[in-house]
């Protein structure tokens, strides 16, 4: 099965032989305080900008009952995003990986993406599209 969105995700994530934790990181599109008068205009397009990690979370597939709910979730919170990042993790034994268990990995993925270095999660866009963000430079 192809991906194509969040939806397809969790259906996919459900289906594992193993039970699966999602990794959730919620990010905003920033300017650095010094960016160039045409870094300004670009990010105003709604282009370039950097990611920064605003809220991370996680969660089994079972707890997100589709990418509406979750977008709804982060609405009631006020967590303002831009993409979402996932990564997961497979759990063992016909068990999950319990949210302890996660707390480094969730860590890491937040120190990855303040680095840019995206490639290993998918993103995910507010429609709850997967894109696939290219590095500026």
Not at 31 to 38: E, G, H
Not at 66 to 76: D, G, N, R, W
Not at 89 to 115: C, F, T, W, Y
Request: glycine content about 10%; hydrophobic content about 40%; proline content about 5%.
């Amino acid at each position: 099965m192809s991906l194509e969105n969040f939806d397809d995700l969790l259906s996919v994530s459900r289906r594992q032989a193993e039970p699966q934790r999602l990794l959730l990181v919620f990010a905003r599109a920033e300017l650095p305080p010094d960016a160039t008068v045409d870094e300004r205009e670009t990010f105003k397009r709604g282009e370039g900008g950097a990611l920064a990690p605003s809220v991370c979370v996680d969660k089994l597939p079972e707890e997100v009952g589709s990418f509406a709910t979750l977008v709804e979730e982060a609405h009631s919170i006020g967590v303002h995003w831009d993409v979402l990042f996932v990564a997961a993790m497979g759990g063992r034994g016909g068990h999950a990986p319990n949210s302890d268990e996660a707390v480094q990995p969730l860590r890491m993925m937040v120190e990855q993406i303040k680095g840019g270095r995206i490639a290993r999660f998918l993103c995910v866009d507010r429609q709850g599209q997967l894109v696939q963000l290219q590095r500026g430079g």
